[in-house]
């Protein structure tokens, strides 16, 4: 298992390109079993992730070739799609186990082939994650759902849908949490088939719907109120191939940015998707960065250059994490690291996945100064953080504990960095061109000899 050493205290400036989003791609890569024709997505980020659900779709009958970036600062490569055969039905627990966004296929699979079987994911480090709503949103299509051996077993019922397809309804997609995002993308991409109109009622508002709605109407779809609460599908009777490009990804964006935060750094981000970090901007404009942008550009697609005040003067803030727009909790453990070098006490509530905070203990063991109580942390600001070997348990703990490391005094080894090969395309080496001293180490690397042995 790989490892980062990071020797930190180095400030970070210069210029990186965002990749292509890694949450906007995976559910659009699944809507490629909408048709029998190709569909090809470029400014898709080459990751662990994304070459698990091209392996997923080839065991579902859909050609998913990966064709690499010519240049490795380009937002991505491209993926070529075509399912041409409809008769693997079956997503397997060895797969799906490895990454819970397998369960994007559901919908995709019984809306064209009538039939479908995932394995039903289990809890991951971030919480329990049901996919209860998503399997109430496809019943209320009209399909027939149950368990199986650990499985989702999910078919339109022959006797009263024409052409074996599911039929539109209404349907509520509201939980304890808010909306679903990958539940939104299964109802609404197997709502693009079905006999009639769907009404999805308190679907999720995030860009990556935005996104894949956009894709199915490239595809001849005809989805309407994407990015509201309210999403119209009007049922066609087939979907052909298209050709779509993935917008970039705001949360590697956001991870940047703290980067930059955390490290009094000044760094710009050409593809920035400014136009979905508004809540970050916000914060981190309380905090006292100054972000620049050209109004005039594509605000999806924009440059942006962010810089930081001097270590030690960035103010505290509360923040409460929210479905988009409010601030996303997939940037909550970078902007905790973050805080715990302002100049004071701020509050952070996670309000999505309440167990999300692995990440605390480890930055306690390189002295932040953190107090937990049930959704909240309370982040008493300290003057400087200092290095040691943390244990990464999730795709943005990890990148909270390298946050903390590139600006922590001494060596910080970040281990178990598999978890960020998720999410991060060659995460130490875009720190590095911003003048980072970050090394990957891999397990066969000799560990760093224990400082002060026996003292
Ligand atoms: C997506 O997960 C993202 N994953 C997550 O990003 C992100 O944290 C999450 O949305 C919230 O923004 C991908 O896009 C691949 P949800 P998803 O269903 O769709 C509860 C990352 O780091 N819920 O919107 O699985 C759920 O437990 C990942 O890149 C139900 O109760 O999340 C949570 O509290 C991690 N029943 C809330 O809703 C359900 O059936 C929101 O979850 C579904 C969800």
């Not at 309804?169 to 509201?174: H, K, Q, T």
């Not at 981190?284 to 001097?310: H, I, K, N, W, Y």
């Amino acid at each position: 298992m790989d490892r980062f050493d990071i020797n930190g205290g180095r400030r970070l400036a210069g210029r990186l390109t965002v990749k292509g989003s890694k949450n906007a791609a995976l559910p659009m890569l699944a809507a490629a079993l909408l048709t029998d024709q190709p569909v090809t997505l470029t400014d898709v980020p080459e990751l662990a992730d994304i070459a698990n659900m091209r392996r997923l779709l080839t065991e579902l009958g859909c050609e998913a070739q990966a064709v690499p970036a010519a240049d490795p600062e380009s937002p991505g490569g491209a993926v070529r799609l075509h399912a041409r055969d409809q008769s693997r039905c079956h997503a397997r627990y060895d797969i799906v186990r490895t990454m819970r966004a397998s369960v994007c296929v559901l919908g995709p699979m019984l809306a064209l082939r009538g039939q479908a079987r995932v394995s039903l994911p289990g809890g991951c480090a971030i919480g329990e994650r049901p996919v209860d709503i998503h399997l109430r949103g496809l019943a209320a299509l009209g399909a027939d759902i149950v368990l199986d051996q650990g499985d989702i077993v999910a078919r339109v019922p022959r006797a009263h849908q024409k052409r074996g397809r599911l039929r539109g309804a209404r349907v509520f997609l509201g939980g304890p949490f808010g909306s679903t995002v990958l539940g939104t993308a299964n109802v609404m991409s197997a709502a693009t088939l079905a006999e009639g109109t769907t009404v999805i009622e308190s679907a999720a508002c995030e860009p990556e719907i935005v996104d894949l709605a956009n894709l199915l109407n490239a595809m001849g779809a005809r989805v309407s109120g994407q990015g509201s609460p309210r999403i119209v599908v009007q049922g066609v009777a087939e979907l052909g191939g298209a050709d779509h490009r993935v917008i970039p990804d705001r949360i590697e964006a956001g991870t940047y940015m703290c980067a930059a935060a955390i490290t009094g750094g000044d760094v710009t981000l050409d593809n920035c998707p400014v136009d979905a970090l508004m809540a970050l901007a916000d914060r981190l404009q309380e905090m006292g960065l100054t972000l620049r942008f050209d109004p005039g550009q594509d605000a999806m697609r924009t440059s942006c250059r962010v810089t930081a005040p001097a270590p030690g003067s960035l103010r505290p803030v509360e923040v409460a994490t929210q479905p988009h727009p409010g601030f996303p909790t997939d940037l909550q453990a970078q902007l905790l690291a973050v805080l715990c070098l302002a100049d004071g006490n701020s509050v952070i509530t996670e309000r999505i996945f309440t167990e999300r905070f692995l990440h605390v203990a480890e930055l306690s063991r390189m002295g932040a100064r953190l107090y937990r109580q049930g959704p909240t942390v309370i982040v008493s600001g300290v003057r400087e953080l200092v290095g040691a070997p943390v244990m990464a348990s999730d795709l943005r703990a990890s990148a909270c504990l390298v946050l903390a490391g590139l600006a922590a005094r001494g060596t910080t080894t970040v281990n178990r960095v598999y978890h960020l090969d998720r999410g991060y395309e060659r995460m130490e080496q875009r720190l590095i061109s911003l003048g980072a001293d970050v090394t990957r180490l891999s397990a066969k690397d000799p560990e760093p000899a224990p400082q002060n042995a026996g003292q």
